[in-house]
């Protein structure tokens, strides 16, 4: 089991431009997150996903957007980069409530991002 | 979800265990005590969560106060790798997990 993996690991962007980071999970978990963590700072929530297909906005969702095509898979788009978006992003999942499965989450690497 | 406070830092030896406070005097009979850790520049760590019993795995202990207004996860032989910032979250079980400042555990040689 590789667990959760983000791609890529690191990023330089320039202000507008676009990219899509992308986060896999094999442990067939039915939620998945969006986090972003400033220095020195919290992990705060951008977007979640409770099943293939759905997706909700979580603490700070603007300027992002998500998609949740496959289960495994879940992804998340900057449109036009802003330098307020530079930080370092977390992806996680986790089994989802049917069954009385525990809300344990399991984080990925995380992907360093910096816009300039 | 109810508000925890855990002390902004800590120092343990290595070898003895570590006991790590938490707050959370509002909490609600439906509120679960979450404990994740973050080892530096990695992704969070589930490590333990209970509601009413005290509980144990393979990484630690979780101990809550009768009247659940406190808990205390012990890590029972602190080593060097579990420096790392941990996280006490109450929360009802399927809600979105929130992290605040954290503990910072420095174990030392």
């Known amino acids: 089991n590789a667990g959760v993996t983000q791609t890529p690991k690191f990023r330089v962007l320039k202000t507008g431009q676009s990219m899509t980071l992308l986060c896999a999970q094999d442990m067939n978990h039915e939620y998945m997150y969006w986090y972003r963590q400033d220095p020195g700072m919290g992990l705060r929530l951008i977007h979640y996903?409770?099943?293939?297909?759905?997706?909700a906005k979580g603490e700070v969702p603007d300027g992002y957007n998500v998609s949740r095509l496959k289960k495994q898979n879940f992804l998340l788009g900057l449109e036009s980069a802003a330098p307020s978006q530079t930080s370092v992003y977390f992806c996680a999942s986790s089994p989802g409530l049917a069954g009385g499965l525990r809300n344990e989450q399991y984080f990925g690497p995380g992907t360093r991002l910096t816009v300039t | 979800d109810a508000k925890t406070t855990q002390p902004p830092s800590m120092d343990c030896a290595e070898g003895r265990a570590a006991n790590l406070p938490c707050n959370h005097s509002t909490i609600s009979g439906n509120e679960y005590v979450y404990w994740y850790r973050q080892i530096h520049s990695q992704g969070p760590q589930y490590i333990i969560h209970g509601l009413k019993n005290n509980e144990t795995n393979e990484m630690a202990s979780l101990i809550i106060t009768e009247d659940r207004k406190s808990s205390t996860l012990i890590l029972p032989h602190a080593t060097l790798r579990d420096t790392a910032v941990y996280y006490c979250?109450?929360?009802?079980?399927?809600?979105?997990?929130?992290f605040g400042a954290g503990t910072i555990l420095r174990v030392k040689s």
């Open positions: 979250i109450a929360l009802e079980y399927g809600n979105k997990l929130v």
């Open positions: 996903s409770v099943g293939e297909g759905t997706t």
